[in-house]
């Protein structure tokens, strides 16, 4: 069952801020949000993760509504580098096995 | 600083051939270790985790198998491979439930 619901595809222009919407609205009180994105033919990079407050790091911000049913990645000045498929997964905080599902994600293409 | 090494980068082998991943991990202690299989075109999918020494489980059933000899070493094998296990596959580590995970760079096996 997926319990992330992401668009397919969204573009992005250079110097532009991207916003990755997320859905979760089956999210539970234990569950965290994570962020992490995927460029070609590398392995995924962890970006950002949170569980009720927003947080932000060098790489991105992420903004969790109060209800907790979606949260939005924000990659403040969007460069060439950030191209890539992006992944919402939430995961549950007793999860003593840690194991992340991927689901299908967002691809990102940024354009000069 | 934490490291993880997978090799070989890309691989080639027939139908019917053994196979042997190896994933190392540096500069921490007691990982959760996991290995993941990306095929052409589609998502990750989470094939084996490990908590500890000689504890390993299996999320899918398939032709491969993993084992954990030594606290920061997973490996993947199989005893006859099939087309079908052609793909990109991942090594990654965390520590803890809450943290995030950090992949290796992965390695590409055609299986011709």
């Keep these: ?112 | 600083s934490q490291t993880i090494h997978q090799w070989p980068a890309t691989l080639v082998q027939p139908v019917g051939s053994p196979l042997s991943l190896e994933c190392t991990v540096e500069g921490t202690s007691n990982p959760n270790l996991y290995w993941y299989r990306q095929a052409a075109g589609r998502g990750l999918q989470l094939l084996f985790y490990s908590v500890g020494i000689g504890q390993i489980s299996s999320e899918v059933p398939q032709n491969l198998s993993a084992s954990r000899p030594q606290d920061r070493q997973f490996i993947l094998s199989s005893k006859k491979l099939l087309l079908s296990d052609s793909g990109f596959y991942l090594c990654a580590w965390s520590v803890g439930t809450a943290g995030g995970y950090t992949f290796g760079s992965g390695t590409r096996l055609t299986v011709v």
């Design chain 1, 1 to 112: 069952d997926a319990k992330t619901t992401q668009p397919t595809s969204m573009d992005c222009a250079e110097g532009r801020a991207a916003n990755l919407p997320c859905n979760h609205s089956t999210i539970s009180g234990n569950e965290y949000v994570y962020w992490y994105r995927q460029i070609h033919s590398q392995g995924p990079q962890y970006i950002i993760h949170g569980l009720k407050n927003n947080e932000t790091n060098e790489m991105a911000s992420l903004i969790i509504t109060e209800d907790r049913k979606s949260s939005t990645l924000i990659l403040p000045h969007a460069t060439l580098r950030d191209t890539a498929v992006y992944y919402c997964i939430v995961r549950p905080s007793t999860d003593s096995w840690g194991k992340l599902q991927f689901g299908a994600g967002t691809q990102v293409v940024v354009t000069p």
